[in-house]
Structure formats: C-alpha cells, structure tokens
C-alpha cells in the first residue's frame, strides 16, 4: 500500500471535499483501490447538491449520493444497535467492570516492570476507561498518574497535546515529554481529527503493580476452572 498516496487521497476528500473522480484525475489511483481508502468518507448532501449545481455530472452526483445513503444507514444501524446493548449492559456489576479492565491490562498493558503499571492506547475512551478504572478500583487517583504521547512528526504537536490534555482532564505537570516519532516509509497515519497519536499512562508503586497483576493471575486461574 502506498501510504503516502492515500494519505493525499484522504486529505483531499476531507479538506477539498472532492469527489472520486477529480482524485482519480489527480492521483492516478484505480477506482477500486480510492473506494477502499475512502469508504469512511462520503461527500455530505449540502456538498453534493453544491457541486451538481456547479454543473457536476449526474452519473457522479448520483453515485456520491448513493455513497452518503449508505453511509446514513449504516450509521442508523448502529444506533439501533447501540440502544439494544446499552439496555443489556446498563445494569451490569460491578464485578463485571473490575473483570473488564483486567482484561484490559491483560491485553494492552505493561507486564514486565514490577513498579510501575503503564497503558498506552490510541483510543481516548479506552485511557478514560482505564483511568477511572484505576481509582474505582486500585484506589488511584488522576492526580498520581503521569502522562506521556508518541506523536508523528507530521502532526501538530501542540494541538495533540491539548487535544490529549483536555480530553483526559490532566495538568501540564503531569505529562512526561511527548516523543515524536519520524513517518517511516510503509507507515499511514491520518492526519488532522481522525488521528491523536498514542496516549501512555504510567503509575508508580509497587505494591499496586502486584495488586493488579496478581488479581489478573487470580482470574486467569479462576477461569480455568471455571464450568
């Protein structure tokens, strides 16, 4: 995959709000290849209507429409279905959110240090989740946990680092110096809003280290034998 390529694709679609055709005419990409990059990204009705009356041509004004239908009920869909869960799921246990991080950390955190418990993730949900999970749980406050982002240099650092600050509701005494990592030459990252780079959380203790790994151990365990 030519990253940069759909890099430029999808820039072009989300700042210049073009169509298929005019980034094929640019970049020379085949039209099977640009629907894949840009599945996620349909044209709204207010810039369709905008560029059929620019003297857009019918057969693509109709199929840009056809891809924002789609887009609208698969965004329907997922609504219903959220609903349905939240309503399963509204009710859950407590237990059930302690299981949840576990497996969390399980999954996507630091098992190796025996002082510190550290997660990086790219999702902001996933560190809030986690964040709070930490004090409902481990007894942690935010105001014990250090911060630290891994940024491209392609990105607006600053702005990340508001965008991270303000989202997971920490202090600028709180953050460890963000590391800027160098585009190699097969890596995509999206630019702009579709893109924060990856958020770490770190906390010291040892104590709460050995809590935490020895009640993933306990569950592992209690699995096992489980049925």
Same mark, same amino acid.
């Given at each position: 995959?030519?990253?940069?390529?759909?890099? +430029?694709?999808?820039?072009?679609?989300?700042?210049?709000?073009?169509?298929? =055709?005019?980034?094929?005419?640019?970049?020379?990409?085949? /039209? =099977?290849?640009? =629907?894949?990059?840009?599945?996620?990204?349909?044209?709204?009705?207010?810039?369709?209507?905008?560029?059929?009356? $620019?003297?857009?041509?019918?057969?693509?004004?109709?199929?840009?429409?056809?891809?924002?239908?789609?887009?609208? @009920?698969?965004?329907?869909?997922? $609504?219903?279905?959220?609903?349905?869960?939240?309503?399963?799921?509204?009710?859950?246990?407590?237990?059930?959110?302690?299981?949840?991080?576990?497996?969390?950390?399980?999954?996507?955190? %630091?098992?190796?240090?025996?002082?510190?418990?550290?997660?990086?993730?790219? %999702?902001?949900?996933?560190? $809030?989740?986690?964040? /709070?999970?930490?004090? %409902?749980?481990?007894?942690?406050?935010?105001? /014990?946990? /250090?911060?630290?982002?891994?940024?491209?240099?392609?990105?607006?650092?600053?702005?990340?680092?508001?965008?991270?600050?303000?989202?997971?509701?920490?202090?600028?005494?709180?953050?460890?110096?963000?590391?800027?990592?160098?585009? $190699?030459?097969?890596?995509?990252?999206?630019?702009?809003?579709?893109?924060?780079?990856?958020?770490?959380?770190?906390?010291?203790?040892?104590? @709460? +280290?050995?809590?935490?790994?020895?009640?993933?151990?306990?569950?592992?365990?209690?699995?096992?034998?489980?049925?």
């Amino acid at each position: 995959m030519n990253s940069k390529l759909r890099q +430029k694709a999808v820039d072009l679609r989300l700042k210049e709000e073009l169509s298929y =055709s005019e980034i094929r005419r640019r970049l020379k990409v085949p /039209k =099977s290849t640009l =629907s894949y990059w840009l599945r996620d990204f349909p044209l709204s009705e207010k810039k369709i209507l905008e560029l059929r009356r $620019k003297g857009w041509l019918k057969g693509e004004a109709g199929r840009e429409k056809f891809r924002f239908a789609m887009r609208r @009920k698969k965004e329907e869909k997922n $609504k219903e279905a959220y609903r349905q869960q939240y309503e399963k799921l509204k009710y859950v246990s407590q237990d059930a959110f302690f299981a949840a991080g576990l497996m969390l950390y399980l999954a996507e955190g %630091d098992k190796k240090a025996d002082s510190r418990i550290s997660l990086a993730n790219t %999702d902001p949900e996933v560190i $809030k989740f986690f964040i /709070k999970w930490l004090a %409902d749980f481990l007894g942690i406050v935010k105001e /014990k946990i /250090k911060v630290q982002l891994h940024l491209y240099e392609n990105m607006d650092i600053k702005n990340k680092e508001r965008f991270w600050r303000k989202e997971i509701g920490v202090g600028d005494s709180q953050l460890y110096k963000t590391q800027i990592r160098k585009l $190699k030459k097969h890596s995509f990252t999206y630019s702009g809003s579709h893109n924060h780079g990856t958020c770490g959380i770190y906390v010291m203790g040892v104590d @709460k +280290k050995r809590e935490l790994m020895m009640a993933i151990k306990a569950f592992m365990d209690v699995y096992k034998n489980f049925g």
